[in-house]
């Protein structure tokens, strides 16, 4: 209901509470809620959803006649049955139309196979690539040189090679390229002069006194049938043979 005006404005009726009534945020933050599946609160235990779905829109054709249709007694769960019959056709078309005839095949070969006839050798050509018979030609052998040091069935002359001109002890040697006193290794002295003498620093042996005495590793002992009475050793020898007399033992 709208009150009457006061001055230039008319009064309304309030549309709600404000902010400036609570002292707490109250009504400003929205907690999430307990039920549902989306936005639920996660402090809290949510317990299994099951989605409700429509009901399925009418199929245009329907799955099965039903009594609506009327069925033919010859339509089976098969097919329809029919009675037996021959199936009359054109004849069949064959792919190859020229086949080969009696002048196409030679029986003159055959005949030795059916009759007896005398033995025929055949005169074959000879092969072209026939490698025993292929021997070495006069452009397949190399004579041996005559000149030269390294002749092989004649008499050689000194032979003397020429070689350039030395440059030692000439104006063209280079004087600076020669090894100097720092190129050599120091010479040991005892290789030209009497060698002193020379001692090597062992360790400090302890000699043996009343407190040392010789343990069990310091003594081999061997074989202690050197010593001591030897127990009887039996070998392992061959099997004795099927056709050998069996032992007899001496009875009183």
């Known amino acids: 209901m709208e009150g009457p005006w006061v001055g230039t404005w008319r009064p309304h009726p309030r549309r709600g509470p404000i902010l400036a009534e609570y002292t707490t945020p109250g009504p ?46 010859s339509i089976t769960k098969t097919g329809k049955q029919v009675a037996p019959s021959a199936l009359v056709t054109a004849r069949p078309k064959s792919k190859i139309l020229v086949t080969p005839g009696p002048s196409d095949y030679t029986t003159d070969p055959a005949n030795k196979h059916v009759y007896y006839t005398a033995p025929a050798n055949s005169l074959a050509s000879r092969p072209k690539d026939l490698k025993g018979s292929r021997t070495p030609g006069p452009g397949d052998y190399t004579l041996p040189r005559v000149l030269g ?77 050197v010593t001591k009475t030897r127990d009887p050793a039996f070998s392992f020898g061959l099997r004795h043979s099927l056709y050998k007399a069996s032992l007899v033992p001496e009875t009183h």
Do not use: W
């Not at 989306?38 to 399925?56: E, L």
């Not at 009497?194 to 009343?210: D, E, N, Q, V």
């Open 28 to 73: 400003k933050y929205g907690l999430p809620g307990l039920t549902g599946h989306m936005a639920h609160d996660p402090t809290k235990d949510r317990a299994p959803a099951y989605s409700f779905r429509g009901t399925k829109a009418p199929s245009a054709a329907t799955c099965s006649p039903g009594p609506r249709y009327f069925i033919e007694s």
């Open 149 to 225: 040091p390294h002749t092989a069935y004649t008499h050689a002359e000194p032979c003397y090679s020429m070689m350039g001109k030395s440059k030692y002890q000439s104006c063209f040697q280079d004087l600076a390229k020669t090894p100097g006193p720092a190129a050599f290794a120091k010479v040991d002295l005892d290789l030209y002069k009497t060698r002193a003498p020379k001692f090597s620093m062992g360790l400090k042996t302890k000699l043996a006194g009343k407190d040392r005495f010789p343990g069990p590793a310091d003594y081999n002992t061997g074989k202690l049938s």
